[in-house]
């Protein structure tokens, strides 16, 4: 009869402790999330999701029956937007920080917090597109210059085909360096310049030191 007992009890505490797994395994996996967002997955935790309640993102994580969610064959939450500006969000999410890689645009990461309705995310891209915008507004327009040498001839029709954005700066006479036929054909250095947009072009943007003696000796002429 003891031994009856004895297994009984056993058996008990076995049923007890497996059921006690279960439920902590449970629990365990709601605390998890899986979204797969454009083709991509990203595991977070629901806590993450909740950081704003007014988000879509905690509508959710909280199976809100007004959002028309749908799951795949994995079980994570189909979203169909752009996985790239997506991390950005979730980290923002995570620790309150918004960390963009150079390739990423400001206006990008903002489309999707507008989408997921991150009121705290969509304020703090706009300050920082206006942060943006405000700095190259203040960037002096810079300039390319070059020096022609050309012949009397050609000087009418350098100066007309002058064309990607090149403009005439000034015309230097040189005076004659040769005889074309019966004719002393006058020669003169044109200067011309051009508005350096791309600050990588690599190219010095101030005038030479020959420009500007160019430039000197025509503003004397």
């Not at 797994?21 to 935790?45: C, D, H, M, P």
């Not at 011309?192 to 000197?216: D, F, M, R």
Request: hydrophobic residues 30%; contains cysteine; aromatic residues 8%.
């Amino acid at each position: 009869m003891a031994e009856n007992n004895s297994e009984a009890s056993g058996s008990v505490h076995r049923r007890c402790t497996a059921h006690s797994q279960e439920r902590n395994s449970s629990a365990a996996a709601s605390k998890w999330i899986r979204l797969n967002v454009g083709g991509t997955y990203f595991l977070t935790t629901r806590q993450t999701l909740c950081r704003d309640p007014k988000s879509f993102l905690y509508r959710l994580s909280q199976a809100d029956p007004e959002l028309d969610s749908d799951k795949d064959e994995t079980g994570a939450y189909l979203i169909d937007r752009d996985p790239t500006y997506f991390g950005p969000v979730l980290n923002y999410l995570r620790h309150g920080k918004l960390v963009l890689n150079k390739d990423l645009a400001e206006e990008g990461v903002l489309e999707e917090a507008e989408f997921y309705n991150i009121t705290s995310l969509i304020k703090l891209i706009k300050d920082k597109i206006r942060e943006r915008d405000c700095k190259t507004s203040q960037v002096p327009v810079k300039h390319v210059y070059r020096v022609l040498q050309c012949q009397e001839e050609e000087l009418t029709q350098m100066v007309s085909t002058m064309s990607d954005g090149w403009k005439f700066e000034q015309l230097v006479s040189i005076g004659s360096s040769y005889n074309y036929g019966n004719e002393d054909q006058a020669e003169f250095l044109c200067v011309v310049s051009k508005e350096l947009h791309n600050q990588s072009y690599g190219t010095n943007s101030e005038p030479s030191e020959k420009a500007k003696i160019l430039q000197e000796r025509g503003s004397r002429m």
